[in-house]
């Protein structure tokens, strides 16, 4: 699907369309209905679905964020945890500050810098806009904008995937699914324009007796 080694795949289309159950397969949560699924030797997920997963909150940030580790290994080297968090737009009197007392942001915020900090190089995020702050969403976007590996995207963020995607996976409804270069809006204008393309042509009015 990746077509170079910094793609950014947006997956649209409607609820209910098997836009998760696709992402599930990916990861090997669900069989296939037919076929199987290739994953490549090197191919490393980091994953971070709709539902999040559980925060402590008697732990502090650093001590989420860390694991017990000092250091996070990013593809490009060692970072220490606090400058990891600095990264994420944590200052420093954030990393003692226990989770239990963040805001709703801050916690969304916390969950990004657990999912960045396991490495892999395919991230797979299913809505990861929903419930952002500003201030969450803008790191999130410098995440994706910088992240050394592919991504794919599952999101009704139109203005979102406009800032973050290469490419467009479509259902299409039918059973069908297509791929397009291009962000949101480029999708959406070819979308536009095939839809008028095949749409029937209103009747003529009857000539005049």
Known sequence: MCSSDLDRIGVVGPNGAGKTTLVRT????????????????????????????????????????????????????????RTFLRMMLFDDRFADTPVGALSGGERNRVQLARLLRRGGNLLVLDEPTNDLDLVTLGVLEEALATFPGCALVVSHDRWFLDKTATGILAFEGDGRVGFYEGDWSAWHARHVAATAATAPKPAAPPAPS
């Open 26 to 81: 990916l990861l090997g949560e669900l069989p296939p209905d037919e076929g199987e699924v290739v994953v490549g030797l090197n191919t490393r997920f980091s994953y971070l679905g709709q539902t999040r997963a559980a925060l402590r909150d008697d732990k502090t940030v650093l001590e989420e964020v860390s694991d017990g580790n000092d250091h996070v290994f990013l593809d490009d080297g060692a970072v220490h945890v």
